[in-house]
């Protein structure tokens, strides 16, 4: 599915939207270049995990993951500042995926090695200063 959205609220809007398909154990892969809205979707994200201050949502890029509170748990990984998987295993990357809420990771890229093969694929283009090109593939 590819969507492009027009705003920053949009792809908030989105974001809830593919929450509602979520469930605990679920992984959300996504890329992108510096800007192109990740953050903003994960905050869409949170929203529709029932995350009340979604909008406080901002990238964990020094902590590596930060855990909000939802009728569903998110777990939020941004692992652009990792410089190897060490790092991620070092902060019990593994435990997270065994517990109790969804996994988003921002920058997945960097660690497609020990990425679990299912997990729902999201890819942001920037195409203008508003608009987004937003692929999702669940794999
Ligand atoms: N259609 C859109 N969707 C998402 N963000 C948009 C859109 N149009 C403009 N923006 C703006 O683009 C920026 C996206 O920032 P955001 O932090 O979400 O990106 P990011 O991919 O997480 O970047 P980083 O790699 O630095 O973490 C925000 O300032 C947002 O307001
Ligand atoms: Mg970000």
Known sequence: MIITTTSAEDTIKLGEKIA???KSGDIVALSGDLGAGKTTLV???AKGLGVKNYRYVNSPSFVLVK?????IPLFHFDIYRLNNLKE???IGYEDYLARRGVVVIEWSSKMTRILPKRHLDIALKIKNSNERIISVKGI
């Open 20 to 22: 509602k398909r979520l």
């Open 43 to 45: 905050k869409g994200i």
């Open 67 to 71: 855990e909000y509170r939802g009728k």
């Open 88 to 90: 991620i295993e070092d």
